[in-house]
């Protein structure tokens, strides 16, 4: 949920929008797979005519994130594209293509993943500078922020604030680390990604550094 502080209202991206340029990504439903395989010792076998799986894993001829397809003599390869959903029956789970992930990958439908932010920010003593486009957790409760609540500024007259749903997701850049947020536990580091010097927050302005939006 997002409200404005001081006025207007706010804006979330949610599952199958395009997220920045507002354009809509269509669903493809793929045929239903079996699981996640881990093709690094093996592939699946003996196989049905038209099964499927997601590589979790690259080896044996298969790359991670594709799916393959046994046509009764070989694989047939697909590469996910924004839009592509499928059930995963020995999960019972809907899983989805992913833009929002970082790296690009599959994820179950009910996680949520927010917009890249730039910082866990300590506003103990204050608030950020009133930059267009930049977005924080707020680490405390304290000038007009609430603990855990995302902040984006409109860059004139105040910050567009988000109230994490139980199991979303978010990248913060300059730590270069990966939350999730509980509802009991509020957010956590979740896994780490890249190696090397954290870039710029600076890039945040001219649109440089969220994900991919189509």
Do not use: C
Not at 64 to 81: A, F, K, L, M
Not at 162 to 181: E, M
């Amino acid at each position: 949920m997002n409200r404005l502080i001081s006025s207007g209202s706010g804006r979330r991206g949610t599952f199958g929008s395009g997220g920045g340029s507002g354009s809509n990504i269509n669903l493809q439903w793929l045929p239903a797979v079996v699981t996640l395989w881990d093709a690094t010792t093996s592939l699946p076998g003996p196989t049905a005519i038209g099964e499927s799986y997601i590589a979790s894993a690259t080896g044996n001829g298969w790359i991670i994130n594709r799916v393959y397809t046994w046509n009764g003599s070989t694989w047939s390869e697909h590469i996910p594209v924004p839009g592509d959903v499928t059930f995963v029956i020995q999960l019972e789970q809907v899983w989805y293509w992913s833009l929002y992930a970082y790296p690009d990958r599959w994820v179950p439908a009910d996680n949520i993943y927010l917009r890249p932010v730039i910082v866990v920010y300590d506003n103990t003593s204050g608030l950020p500078s009133n930059i267009w486009g930049s977005r924080y957790i707020a680490k405390v409760t304290a000038h007009g922020w609430t603990t855990d609540r995302i902040y984006e500024s409109d860059g004139i007259i105040g910050w567009i604030e988000t109230i994490p749903d139980d199991g979303s997701q978010v990248w913060a850049v300059n730590t270069r680390k990966h939350y999730l947020f509980t509802s009991g536990g509020g957010w956590q580091e979740n896994v780490y990604y890249g190696t090397g010097a954290a870039p710029s927050a600076a890039g945040l302005v001219d649109g440089t550094l969220f994900f991919k939006y189509v």
